[in-house]
């Protein structure tokens, strides 16, 4: 069983920084890909960003790339999504995925590709 844990969040001003961390059970966290995803009010979850098992690979959502940035570090079984230059429509709860074992060299981008999921965090951008 794998357990994901998400910290980070909170309330911000446009333009502002916050870094989100995931932090995972499992022997085998270092062979995950792993993802984020955000969920507005009233809107589907929303795909953010993936990374593959070794950190090699990354993929983000037009709408965030140049100012998020995923990375993991497979010792201390945690990723993290730092977001920079956030803008209301940032606003949401973000959550952490992991899929199961897979060392293809794969990241993936929908939410049906994913085995674990964490409770979330609310981020919340101020205009």
């Known amino acids: 069983q794998v357990q994901l844990v998400e910290s980070g969040g909170g309330l911000v001003q446009t333009g502002g920084s916050l870094r989100l961390s995931c932090a995972a059970s499992?022997?085998?966290?270092?062979?995950?890909?792993m993802g984020w995803f955000r969920q507005a009010p009233g809107k589907e979850r929303e795909f953010v960003a993936a990374?593959?098992?070794?950190?090699?690979?990354?993929y983000y959502v037009d709408s965030v790339k140049g100012r998020f940035t995923i990375s993991r570090d497979n010792a201390k079984k945690m990723v993290h999504l730092q977001m920079n230059s956030l803008k209301p429509e940032d606003t949401a709860v973000y959550y952490c995925?992991?899929?199961?074992?897979?060392?293809?060299?794969?990241?993936?981008?929908?939410?049906?590709?994913?085995?674990?999921w964490g409770q979330g965090t609310q981020v919340t951008v101020s205009s």
């Open positions: 499992g022997r085998t966290f270092r062979s995950y890909p």
């Open positions: 995925a992991a899929v199961g074992t897979d060392y293809s060299g794969a990241v993936y981008s929908t939410p049906r590709d994913y085995d674990y």
């Open positions: 990374i593959n098992w070794n950190g090699g690979s990354t």
